[in-house]
């Protein structure tokens, strides 16, 4: 089984969310059900794709220590500003030239990315590659020789496309090993511009996006420190006292 895990390099990881790797908590997720699935399948090949700034290559190295096998960098200041509609064109086009030289079976995402939350990328890339499109993936399985890919809600059986699914569940990173560290000081992150991928630039970047960014506010959270360590019925009174005092209509039961 061949993997492609698309990750998103986060410059700003929030404080509560600090990690070594600055990418999408959920693309790290499906990052670790990727190395899962390449240790249970014997010769297969894990390739993470990002789209990201050039500032972001270093971090992507890391990602070998892990046991990854290539890692692709696609960066073009033309990409800048890219809403979801641009970002799976640009993704969809590097997919595509990765599946030349290799057989690709299974492509995985984040089900949301913790900067835009629109969840909308690997069912995007899905639609643009032609593959299949699973949702909340939770294993694949390996029966007859063929592979089934199990959802919260079904199993796909019996398919020999490629395909796309979001993982939204948690998936532990293994430890790097020294072996895979020092491997990985010999490999190099691979960095395409547009100038390899050859798209049209009124596709990709501001141009190619309908979405468009009117304002941008940096909101600071309130979260309230009151521990409710009582039976059901005070907790019922405490939290009527709160709505009534912040607005709102309580529902009973």
């Not at 990418?23 to 990727?34: E, H, I, V, W």
């Not at 979801?84 to 030239?97: E, G």
């Not at 294993?139 to 979001?166: C, H, M, P, R």
């Not at 798209?199 to 960014?213: E, F, H, Q, Y």
Request: charged share 25%; proline share 3%; with cysteine.
């Amino acid at each position: 089984m061949n993997i492609i895990v698309c990750m998103k390099y986060i410059s700003s990881i929030p404080t509560y969310m600090e990690s070594r790797l600055p990418f999408s908590p959920s693309d790290r997720n499906a990052l670790g059900m990727g190395l899962t699935l390449k240790m249970r399948n014997k010769d297969s090949k894990l390739i993470v794709l990002s789209m990201s700034p050039l500032k972001a290559r270093d971090s992507l190295q890391d990602l070998y220590s892990y046991g990854v096998d290539s890692v692709y960098l696609v960066s073009d200041k033309s990409f800048a500003e890219s809403d979801t509609l641009a970002t799976t064109f640009v993704l969809s086009t590097a997919i595509k030239k990765i599946m030349e030289s290799t057989k690709i079976n299974l492509i995985l995402c984040g089900d949301k990315t913790i900067d835009s939350n629109t969840g909308q990328i690997s069912a995007g890339l899905a639609y643009r590659i032609g593959a299949q499109y699973c949702n909340c993936l939770q294993s694949v399985a390996l029966i007859d020789e063929k592979y089934e890919f199990i959802t919260d809600q079904y199993t796909l059986k019996n398919y020999d496309g490629v395909v796309v699914a979001d993982v939204n569940s948690e998936w532990e990173l293994p430890f790097p090993s020294l072996q895979n560290i020092m491997k990985a000081k010999e490999k190099k992150v691979i960095c395409w511009s547009n100038d390899d991928l050859n798209m049209d630039l009124n596709r990709v970047g501001a141009s190619g996006s309908p979405t468009k960014i009117i304002k941008a506010e940096k909101v600071q959270a309130q979260v309230s420190s009151d521990i409710i360590q009582e039976d059901i019925n005070q907790a019922k009174s405490f939290l009527k006292q709160i709505i009534s005092t912040r607005g709102g209509d309580f529902v009973n039961e």
